[in-house]
């Protein structure tokens, strides 16, 4: 694996723990960027249909999943995004 790749998808991979803190909890809640929607609806998401490694790190999530804490009221999700530098041409 490329150092790239591994920066990208732990960058993912924060934005995914994201997702699964309750909305009270973020600090400035009100601003998009805060928010996971504001970020797959500018870049887009990468499905796991389209890309052999988002399917990879999709089993891996659902594994993880699997054997997570299920006393909390929102199931954690797995969101990969299209990277801004994409549209560039660089594979980040």
């Known amino acids: 694996m490329n150092i790239q790749w591994i920066q990208s998808a ?14 009270g909890v973020n600090a400035i809640p009100e601003q998009p960027r805060n928010e996971v929607a504001f ?10 249909e389209s890309d052999d ?4 790190a999709h ?12 006393n909390s ?3 954690p999700k ?4 299209r990277s801004r530098y994409a549209e560039k041409g660089l594979d980040v």
């Open 10 to 23: 732990i960058a993912w991979v924060v934005l995914a723990i994201l997702c699964i803190v309750p909305p």
């Open 39 to 48: 970020y797959v609806e500018a870049y887009g998401e990468v499905v796991p």
């Open 53 to 56: 490694k988002v399917a990879l």
């Open 59 to 70: 089993r891996v999530f659902q594994r993880v999943r699997a054997v997570a804490d299920k």
């Open 73 to 75: 009221k929102r199931r």
């Open 78 to 81: 797995l969101i990969v995004g």
